[in-house]
């Protein structure tokens, strides 16, 4: 069969995609080139947030299978690197959108109102797949849920609605499959429902606790050595022995309501094992998804603030569009939309190579070797 030639212009619909900048009218020739370009950006944005999606859900998958194939970590990290990148030219277009002057845009502001960003089915979608609960939400100010924001203005479904409810009842969400997966990591050796697991994964957090608080002391008395008053040698000691329990008690996930609590512990204590032992071959490519996971979330909380820094340069501390409080509502947003929150605590907990435990059972992180 005869295939008809390709061209550019057809294949990325150069002329459809050239009429959607108009805004609110039937083309863009009325309209200035500030308004031109914020809805350009936007409308990339939302671009962007279909690639991250794509890849988000790819790895998600992956980490949903039971066990996670060793061979398909490299195609995750490549994922997760590749959403990383993606919120990074988001965030970048917030340097575009600073070209425009206040004045500039308050032209065109009011078409706006009362739409907003908040709006973005798909952000809704992402935050929703990585694992942000509704309870971690942070509402607008006036409306009842973060759903009730994506309603059509009659209170009907939107399309931003129906995607962002549809994905709701996509399961799992990144951060559990995640979650089971470190769940399922052999610590020194043994793995949940191996005989003596408990009591091996126990004694690995006991051994990895007093590594830690050795560790802590020492840098306690590097410390005190300096001349300092009574009062300066007291708030270290409280300091540094405010690290150390905290430590223990994060490893034991003390703050976890115990029919969750020991497996929460283990998931931490695999986190710790990965990234201390992580020359091992078999432990190697887990340790990139754990790093690759933290980027990403890095990537993510610089967009947020990023944002923020854009909308208080360009229309300072103002009610949004929406109704929020603007700014204040989208610093708040980078401080609390923390997703994966223990792969970010472990690194308070990390010590020296020279200090970790001795590994038993090294020999089960190595290659096979042939027969």
């Known amino acids: 069969m005869t295939r008809t030639p390709t061209a550019y212009w057809d294949y990325i619909k150069v002329e459809e995609l050239l009429t959607l900048q108009r805004g609110l009218e039937a083309d863009d020739a009325s309209l200035s080139n500030d308004e031109v370009l914020f809805i350009t950006v936007h409308q990339i944005d939302e671009l962007w947030f279909k690639l991250i999606l794509r890849e988000l859900i790819t790895v998600r998958n992956l980490f949903a299978t039971s066990p996670v194939p060793e061979q398909a970590l490299a195609s995750a990290a490549r994922g997760i690197r590749r959403m990383a990148e993606l919120v990074g030219h988001v965030a970048a277009h917030f340097e575009i959108m600073e070209t425009m002057t206040t004045r500039d845009y308050l032209a065109f502001r009011d078409k706006l109102n009362p739409a907003s960003g908040f709006q973005s089915g798909q952000l809704r979608e992402i935050e929703i797949l990585l694992g942000l609960s509704d309870v971690d939400r942070i509402p607008l100010g006036h409306e009842h849920s973060y759903m009730a924001a994506l309603k059509s203005h009659d209170g009907t ?201 001795p590994l038993a059972n090294a020999e089960a992180y190595g290659f096979a070797t042939a027969t």
């Not at 003596?196 to 994964?201: C, E, K, L, T, Y």
């Not at 590594?211 to 540094?240: F, G, M, Q, W």
């Not at 432990?283 to 990537?299: M, N, T």
């Not at 854009?310 to 947003?333: A, C, F, K």
Request: hydrophobic share 45%; glycine share 4%.
């Open 157 to 357: 479904p939107s399309s931003a609605y129906r995607r962002v409810a549809a994905r709701l009842e996509d399961k799992p969400t990144l951060l559990e499959a995640v979650s089971d997966w470190l769940y399922r990591t052999p610590i020194r050796g043994t793995m949940p429902g191996d005989a003596g697991d408990d009591a091996n994964v126990a004694a690995f957090i006991d051994a990895y606790a007093t590594a830690h608080a050795k560790c802590a002391n020492e840098a306690l008395a590097i410390a005190k050595s300096s001349t300092l008053t009574p009062s300066d040698v007291e708030r270290l000691e409280k300091r540094y022995a405010s690290e150390i329990a905290g430590a223990r008690a994060f490893l034991h996930a003390d703050e976890v309501d115990p029919p969750a609590r020991a497996r929460v512990s283990r998931q931490r204590a695999a986190l710790v094992f990965i990234e201390s032992y992580r020359e091992l071959p078999l432990l190697a490519w887990p340790r990139v998804i754990v790093d690759e996971l933290l980027a990403f979330e890095q990537a993510f909380v610089i967009f947020r603030q990023r944002h923020a820094r854009m909308v208080e340069r360009v229309i300072g501390r103002r009610t949004g569009t929406g109704g929020s409080s603007g700014v204040d509502y989208l610093d708040q947003t980078a401080l609390r939309y923390r997703i994966f929150r223990d792969v970010w605590a472990v690194r308070t907990l990390l010590v020296r190579q020279s200090e970790l435990p």
